[in-house]
């Protein structure tokens, strides 16, 4: 038994893949708009399409012919030809044209190396003129068959399955047509289309099931494969040039004139319920909204209906009821669950197929009084809770302190009394004229009673430590609610401590306060010099480094200084007498002199250094050559 049910449940859960009923519908009022506007411009091709998708939905339009005759195309474009012929032929003014429009079809025809296309719109557009017997039978299959082979797109079957209408080759589409449409692309199992879109696929099934109905055959399409082109079709109803719209209209034409058609089943208006109005309307049509004439009312069921936020099921195999004088819509009335307001699954079926919508049963929140109290934070003292009832406010401030909590208590009650929890209950605190707010989330414990417990000393950090009046709101509310809650409890009074400001004093909350007067001078300051070594360890420092003069001169005073070779001329005296006085100078430079006062004394005593150096040189270099 158990096994069964597992393979039962197996097999529903595979059937239910493929058994989506559609949901929406082709929107025939709007694409009239776009095709009536595309009368109006002066394009041919719009003009064209406009007039092919008014002729499907047998509506009335302007006179065109005028238009036709003034508007521009190219002459030699066979397929501008096409759009003016057949737009002159469905207005019914072929006699507006002048006869030397035909000439580019006929040399297309003549052609070589036509491609399918342009045959196409060479044989319709003499067609469309009253030449229609111009084209050979059974060579033309044969050629066309040629170009074929040479590029098998769907686009160019749609051409030749198009071409063999006129032609009277429809057994040879019969014969190709399952090919084609088992060549169709799937997306994610659930829409069918040919290669080349909404054009090429409203194409190829419109001339395939023309042909079919002319030679008196069964549909090629299964009821899967049904579904699938109309949820394409579905997924293409935002088009919005004449083109598209016209494509569109012929294509859902076709799918919904098959039987048993695809079943759509889709919101009327309102997606939820209250508790005035108890009912949802549902519209059960075919893809382009009309009613199903081989549905029996009995087989509208809501299979069954969830609740989303604990899977509960609350409705299983309701019935729905047909509206009286109107056949497409369909009432489910909800009348059980309209005190359980949230979200809902409801699966309705149309037959053997279904599909899921979620509603929403919205409700009424209340709250009829709310306990708030003062007491201190370590507990020590409970506090004394006073009580205010909806929408009234606190008689009087209350005043706390940051030793103290605050504590509030409230039940949010449904519309027939019963203690409901909501998706949002907020508490918000805020200073009376102030900018700054902080939010607390209130959370219900098992008894769906909702308790907020704020300590003062915690809050002052979210409210910039600014003691003052701030004022106390309750916020509720639920996407399944329509009445969402705002209620101002009243005021208290915070004292946050020693640390605190109170609101609107400067030095807290200075945001936005305007200073005149002259600002404050703006003083340069250096960067204060790092701290100096011990005076002991910068003697030591010195001593280390004057070592080596000491030695030497202990050194000179051992050995004696032999100035045997000293040259004692005047050139001799300035450069040494030089030298010192610029090693002098490098040591004044560290101990008083700056940069540029040392550059100046430097000067002439570089010059006089240099030229008594050069001549002391030359005399030392004569002296030698003179002694060798
Ligand atoms: C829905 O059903 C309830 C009882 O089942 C009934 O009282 C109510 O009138 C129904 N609502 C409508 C709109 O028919
Ligand atoms: C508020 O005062 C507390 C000391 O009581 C201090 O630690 C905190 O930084 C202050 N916060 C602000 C925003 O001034």
Known sequence: MKMFDKVSVLILCALSVSNAILQGTVDIKRLQGILEEGLKTNDVGSIYYSLRGLKQLNA????????????????????????????????????????DVLKAPSQTLDKKDATVAELYYAVYSLKAMGKGSIYDKEDALKNLIQLLKKDDSAANYGFVFALC????????????????????????SKALHFEGGLPVTSFLLTSILRTFKSLKMASPLSEEQRYKFAAYLLSRRSVNTPRGAALL?????????????PISIAFKDRKYITSEVDTIDFTVTDLIGRPIRSLKPEDVVAQSGTRLADDVVVLSKQPLTQKPNEPTTFVLNLSKIKTQYGMYKISLAAGTKSANFNVAVLGEVQVSHIEIGIGDADGTTSPKLTTITYPNKLNEKLQADHMQKILLKYTVKDKWNKAVTVQQSFVRIAPVGGEDEAIFVAEPDNTKTYKVELNVGTLSKHLNNLSGNYLVSVYLGDSAVSNPVHWDIGEINFNFGKDATAIGVSGGS????????????????FRVAEPRPARLVSDVFAAACAAPLLLLVVLWARLGVNCRLFPFTPAALIFHLGLGGSLSLYGLLWLKLSMFETLRYMVPLAAATFLSGHSLLRRLVSDKTKRV
């Open 510 to 525: 200075t945001k936005g306060a305007v200073s005149r007067g002259p600002l404050p001078e703006i003083a340069h300051q």
């Open 60 to 99: 009335k339009h302007s006179d065109v012919c005028q238009d036709l005759k003034n508007t521009k195309y190219d002459i030699n474009n066979v397929e501008q030809v096409f759009y003016v012929t057949n737009a002159a032929q469905l207005a019914g003014c072929q006699n507006f044209l002048t006869p």
């Open 165 to 188: 209408e006129h032609m009277g080759c429809g057994a040879w589409t019969a014969q190709h047509s399952e090919g084609i449409i088992l060549s169709a692309d799937e997306s994610d």
């Open 249 to 261: 209209l012929e294509a859902a034409y076709a799918i919904a004139d098959e039987q048993p058609t």
